[in-house]
Protein backbone atom coordinates (compact mmCIF):
# COMPACT_ATOMS: atom_id res chain seq x y z
CA UNK A 1 0.00 0.00 0.00
CA UNK A 2 1.33 3.15 -1.09
CA UNK A 3 1.63 6.39 1.45
CA UNK A 4 -1.37 8.18 -1.04
CA UNK A 5 -3.72 5.56 -0.36
CA UNK A 6 -3.80 6.92 3.38
CA UNK A 7 -4.70 10.79 2.39
CA UNK A 8 -8.44 11.97 2.23
CA UNK A 9 -9.79 15.36 1.33
CA UNK A 10 -11.75 17.43 3.66
CA UNK A 11 -14.29 17.92 0.62
CA UNK A 12 -16.81 20.48 0.41
CA UNK A 13 -19.51 22.09 -2.37
CA UNK A 14 -17.46 23.66 -4.87
CA UNK A 15 -16.92 27.30 -4.55
CA UNK A 16 -18.37 26.99 -0.45
CA UNK A 17 -15.64 29.51 0.65
CA UNK A 18 -16.07 31.89 -1.93
CA UNK A 19 -16.18 35.02 0.09
CA UNK A 20 -15.18 34.00 3.54
CA UNK A 21 -12.19 32.67 5.89
CA UNK A 22 -10.60 35.82 4.32
CA UNK A 23 -10.80 34.31 0.74
CA UNK A 24 -11.46 36.75 -1.86
CA UNK A 25 -10.67 34.37 -4.86
CA UNK A 26 -13.50 32.51 -6.64
CA UNK A 27 -12.97 28.68 -6.58
CA UNK A 28 -14.68 26.54 -9.36
CA UNK A 29 -13.05 23.05 -7.86
CA UNK A 30 -15.30 19.93 -6.90
CA UNK A 31 -14.26 17.54 -4.22
CA UNK A 32 -13.46 14.98 -6.71
CA UNK A 33 -11.22 17.42 -8.74
CA UNK A 34 -9.14 17.89 -5.80
CA UNK A 35 -8.61 14.45 -4.80
CA UNK A 36 -7.02 13.91 -8.48
CA UNK A 37 -5.19 16.97 -8.01
CA UNK A 38 -3.96 16.35 -4.72
CA UNK A 39 -3.08 12.33 -5.57
CA UNK A 40 -5.58 11.30 -3.01
CA UNK A 41 -7.36 7.99 -2.62
CA UNK A 42 -10.31 9.41 -0.41
CA UNK A 43 -12.28 11.95 0.57
CA UNK A 44 -14.82 12.84 4.01
CA UNK A 45 -17.69 15.05 2.34
CA UNK A 46 -18.63 17.44 4.64
CA UNK A 47 -21.61 20.06 2.80
CA UNK A 48 -21.45 22.66 5.66
CA UNK A 49 -24.81 23.56 5.36
CA UNK A 50 -25.06 23.71 2.16
CA UNK A 51 -28.17 21.10 1.16
CA UNK A 52 -26.57 18.41 -1.52
CA UNK A 53 -27.38 15.79 -3.72
CA UNK A 54 -25.61 13.39 -2.11
CA UNK A 55 -26.19 10.58 -4.76
CA UNK A 56 -24.64 12.97 -7.13
CA UNK A 57 -21.32 13.47 -5.07
CA UNK A 58 -21.17 9.67 -4.37
CA UNK A 59 -21.66 8.81 -8.48
CA UNK A 60 -18.62 11.25 -9.03
CA UNK A 61 -16.56 9.52 -5.79
CA UNK A 62 -16.84 6.47 -7.63
CA UNK A 63 -13.05 5.70 -8.11
CA UNK A 64 -11.82 6.60 -4.93
CA UNK A 65 -10.84 4.29 -2.26
CA UNK A 66 -13.15 5.59 0.77
CA UNK A 67 -16.00 8.17 1.07
CA UNK A 68 -17.38 9.29 4.67
CA UNK A 69 -20.15 11.77 5.16
CA UNK A 70 -20.65 14.23 8.06
CA UNK A 71 -23.46 13.69 10.19
CA UNK A 72 -22.86 15.80 13.00
CA UNK A 73 -26.97 15.84 13.56
CA UNK A 74 -26.97 12.48 14.27
CA UNK A 75 -26.19 13.35 18.15
CA UNK A 76 -29.23 14.48 18.26
CA UNK A 77 -31.26 11.98 16.22
CA UNK A 78 -29.30 9.10 15.50
CA UNK A 79 -32.20 8.04 12.60
CA UNK A 80 -30.34 10.56 10.76
CA UNK A 81 -27.37 7.98 10.28
CA UNK A 82 -30.12 5.84 8.17
CA UNK A 83 -30.23 7.62 5.10
CA UNK A 84 -26.19 7.11 4.87
CA UNK A 85 -26.34 4.10 5.43
CA UNK A 86 -29.36 2.79 2.59
CA UNK A 87 -26.91 4.94 0.45
CA UNK A 88 -23.52 3.04 1.08
CA UNK A 89 -25.62 -0.46 -0.04
CA UNK A 90 -25.18 1.53 -3.59
CA UNK A 91 -21.54 2.77 -2.70
CA UNK A 92 -19.26 0.09 -1.86
CA UNK A 93 -16.92 2.35 -1.26
CA UNK A 94 -18.90 4.85 1.57
CA UNK A 95 -17.38 3.40 4.78
CA UNK A 96 -17.99 5.75 7.35
CA UNK A 97 -19.29 9.30 8.86
CA UNK A 98 -17.79 12.12 10.73
CA UNK A 99 -19.11 14.14 13.38
CA UNK A 100 -17.19 18.07 12.23
CA UNK A 101 -16.43 20.28 15.09
CA UNK A 102 -17.41 18.07 17.98
CA UNK A 103 -16.72 19.99 20.76
CA UNK A 104 -18.13 23.17 19.34
CA UNK A 105 -17.37 25.46 21.81
CA UNK A 106 -16.60 23.43 24.80
CA UNK A 107 -18.33 21.60 27.37
CA UNK A 108 -21.63 23.71 27.65
CA UNK A 109 -22.08 22.64 23.77
CA UNK A 110 -20.97 18.58 23.64
CA UNK A 111 -22.59 17.81 26.55
CA UNK A 112 -25.94 19.11 25.39
CA UNK A 113 -25.64 15.64 23.16
CA UNK A 114 -27.07 12.50 24.97
CA UNK A 115 -24.39 10.19 25.37
CA UNK A 116 -26.96 7.46 24.78
CA UNK A 117 -27.37 9.24 21.13
CA UNK A 118 -23.94 8.77 20.33
CA UNK A 119 -23.86 4.74 21.40
CA UNK A 120 -27.13 4.77 19.51
CA UNK A 121 -25.79 5.74 16.74
CA UNK A 122 -22.66 3.65 16.70
CA UNK A 123 -24.94 0.61 17.35
CA UNK A 124 -26.84 1.19 13.72
CA UNK A 125 -23.57 1.90 12.27
CA UNK A 126 -21.95 -1.26 13.04
CA UNK A 127 -24.82 -3.59 12.98
CA UNK A 128 -27.35 -3.04 9.93
CA UNK A 129 -28.13 -4.63 6.79
CA UNK A 130 -25.41 -3.43 4.70
CA UNK A 131 -22.40 -2.95 6.26
CA UNK A 132 -20.31 -1.68 9.30
CA UNK A 133 -19.49 1.83 8.91
CA UNK A 134 -16.68 3.53 10.76
CA UNK A 135 -17.90 6.51 13.18
CA UNK A 136 -14.91 9.54 13.00
CA UNK A 137 -14.46 12.60 15.64
CA UNK A 138 -13.02 16.07 14.72
CA UNK A 139 -10.86 17.39 17.88
CA UNK A 140 -8.56 20.29 17.94
CA UNK A 141 -5.58 20.63 19.26
CA UNK A 142 -6.79 23.85 21.47
CA UNK A 143 -9.48 21.57 23.23
CA UNK A 144 -7.65 19.26 25.15
CA UNK A 145 -4.47 19.04 27.31
CA UNK A 146 -4.70 22.94 28.09
CA UNK A 147 -2.67 24.04 31.03
CA UNK A 148 -4.12 24.99 34.26
CA UNK A 149 -3.73 28.41 34.10
CA UNK A 150 -5.10 28.85 30.60
CA UNK A 151 -8.55 30.73 30.92
CA UNK A 152 -9.93 27.96 28.29
CA UNK A 153 -8.78 25.11 31.09
CA UNK A 154 -12.48 25.13 32.14
CA UNK A 155 -14.30 25.51 28.70
CA UNK A 156 -11.99 22.32 27.43
CA UNK A 157 -11.91 19.79 30.20
CA UNK A 158 -10.25 16.48 29.23
CA UNK A 159 -11.84 14.64 31.89
CA UNK A 160 -15.85 15.66 31.09
CA UNK A 161 -14.68 15.28 27.62
CA UNK A 162 -13.19 11.12 28.01
CA UNK A 163 -16.98 9.90 27.85
CA UNK A 164 -17.56 11.39 24.62
CA UNK A 165 -14.46 9.70 23.01
CA UNK A 166 -15.72 6.36 23.50
CA UNK A 167 -18.76 5.53 21.20
CA UNK A 168 -15.99 6.41 18.56
CA UNK A 169 -13.98 3.95 16.21
CA UNK A 170 -11.75 7.02 15.28
CA UNK A 171 -10.56 10.57 16.28
CA UNK A 172 -9.01 13.37 13.80
CA UNK A 173 -6.64 15.76 15.24
CA UNK A 174 -6.54 19.02 13.97
CA UNK A 175 -4.77 21.90 14.44
CA UNK A 176 -6.34 25.17 13.79
CA UNK A 177 -4.66 28.14 14.19
CA UNK A 178 -1.38 28.21 12.20
CA UNK A 179 0.96 29.96 14.29
CA UNK A 180 0.19 27.01 16.79
CA UNK A 181 1.75 24.44 14.53
CA UNK A 182 5.44 23.92 16.61
CA UNK A 183 2.82 22.73 19.18
CA UNK A 184 1.56 19.86 17.32
CA UNK A 185 4.34 17.31 18.38
CA UNK A 186 3.74 17.28 22.05
CA UNK A 187 -0.58 17.56 21.30
CA UNK A 188 -0.10 14.93 19.51
CA UNK A 189 1.63 13.03 22.39
CA UNK A 190 -1.56 13.91 24.73
CA UNK A 191 -3.60 12.96 21.72
CA UNK A 192 -2.82 9.43 22.02
CA UNK A 193 -3.00 9.20 25.47
CA UNK A 194 -6.26 10.14 25.48
CA UNK A 195 -7.79 7.95 22.74
CA UNK A 196 -6.06 4.47 23.83
CA UNK A 197 -7.52 2.03 21.72
CA UNK A 198 -8.93 4.18 19.26
CA UNK A 199 -7.60 4.54 15.33
CA UNK A 200 -6.46 7.77 14.70
CA UNK A 201 -6.10 10.71 11.86
CA UNK A 202 -4.90 14.06 11.47
CA UNK A 203 -5.61 16.89 9.73
CA UNK A 204 -3.49 19.61 7.48
CA UNK A 205 -5.20 22.80 7.07
CA UNK A 206 -4.12 24.06 3.37
CA UNK A 207 -5.72 27.72 3.81
CA UNK A 208 -5.23 29.45 6.91
CA UNK A 209 -8.87 29.46 8.38
CA UNK A 210 -8.10 30.34 12.47
CA UNK A 211 -6.08 33.41 11.37
CA UNK A 212 -7.98 34.25 7.97
CA UNK A 213 -5.28 34.21 5.31
CA UNK A 214 -3.21 31.50 3.03
CA UNK A 215 -1.70 28.79 4.58
CA UNK A 216 2.18 29.30 4.34
CA UNK A 217 3.77 26.43 2.26
CA UNK A 218 6.57 26.04 5.08
CA UNK A 219 3.81 24.97 7.77
CA UNK A 220 2.14 22.41 5.30
CA UNK A 221 5.62 20.80 4.70
CA UNK A 222 6.23 20.60 8.39
CA UNK A 223 3.33 19.07 9.33
CA UNK A 224 3.46 16.47 6.48
CA UNK A 225 6.56 15.07 7.22
CA UNK A 226 5.48 14.64 10.65
CA UNK A 227 2.40 12.78 9.47
CA UNK A 228 4.44 10.73 7.46
CA UNK A 229 6.73 9.84 9.77
CA UNK A 230 3.39 9.08 12.13
CA UNK A 231 1.71 7.21 9.35
CA UNK A 232 5.29 4.80 8.64
CA UNK A 233 5.65 4.09 12.70
CA UNK A 234 1.80 3.01 12.70
CA UNK A 235 0.51 5.65 14.98
CA UNK A 236 -2.01 6.94 12.54
CA UNK A 237 -3.73 5.54 9.91
CA UNK A 238 -4.25 8.58 7.57
CA UNK A 239 -4.10 12.59 6.73
CA UNK A 240 -6.93 14.61 5.66
CA UNK A 241 -6.23 17.64 3.36
CA UNK A 242 -8.83 20.26 3.88
CA UNK A 243 -10.13 21.35 1.12
CA UNK A 244 -10.76 21.30 -2.15
CA UNK A 245 -12.28 24.87 -2.02
CA UNK A 246 -9.20 27.25 -2.42
CA UNK A 247 -7.41 24.25 -4.11
CA UNK A 248 -7.49 26.36 -7.92
CA UNK A 249 -6.74 29.96 -6.73
CA UNK A 250 -3.24 29.60 -7.40
CA UNK A 251 -1.98 29.14 -3.91
CA UNK A 252 1.62 28.57 -2.52
CA UNK A 253 0.39 25.65 0.75
CA UNK A 254 -1.21 23.23 -2.00
CA UNK A 255 1.78 23.90 -4.63
CA UNK A 256 4.02 22.97 -1.36
CA UNK A 257 1.11 19.20 -0.79
CA UNK A 258 1.18 19.12 -4.40
CA UNK A 259 4.74 18.59 -4.55
CA UNK A 260 5.04 16.86 -1.53
CA UNK A 261 2.45 13.80 -2.51
CA UNK A 262 4.87 13.83 -5.93
CA UNK A 263 7.78 12.95 -4.24
CA UNK A 264 5.88 10.56 -1.26
CA UNK A 265 3.15 9.69 -2.62
CA UNK A 266 4.41 6.37 -3.72
CA UNK A 267 6.76 5.05 -1.07
CA UNK A 268 5.06 1.81 0.27
CA UNK A 269 3.99 1.30 3.76
CA UNK A 270 4.79 -1.65 5.82
CA UNK A 271 2.73 -4.73 4.94
CA UNK A 272 0.90 -3.98 9.12
CA UNK A 273 -0.38 -0.90 8.39
Same mark, same amino acid.
Given at each position: ??????????????????? *?????? $?????? !???? #?????????????????????????FTTLDGVAWECFDAGNNPDAVDPLIEEAAD?? =? $??????????????? *???? $?????????????? =?????? #???????????????????????????????????????? !???????????????? &????? !?????????????? =???????????????????????????? $????????????? #? &????????????????????? *???
Amino acid at each position: MRLRDKFWLWGHPEGRYNN *EWGNTG $ISRMTP !MECC #LYLGVRNTFMVPVEVDVNRRQYNKSFTTLDGVAWECFDAGNNPDAVDPLIEEAADFP =N $INGVVFDDFQRGGVD *EYTK $IPLENLWAVREKLH =NNNVRP #LNMWMVLYTHEYAVPAGDPTAEKYNDETFQPYIEPFDGII !MWNWWERNVNDIPWKF &DAFKK !MTQGKRRMVGCYLW =NFGEKKPATGEAVRKQLDWYRQWLLSGE $IEGVVLHTNTMAD #L &DLEAYDAAVEWMQQHGDEQLP *ENH
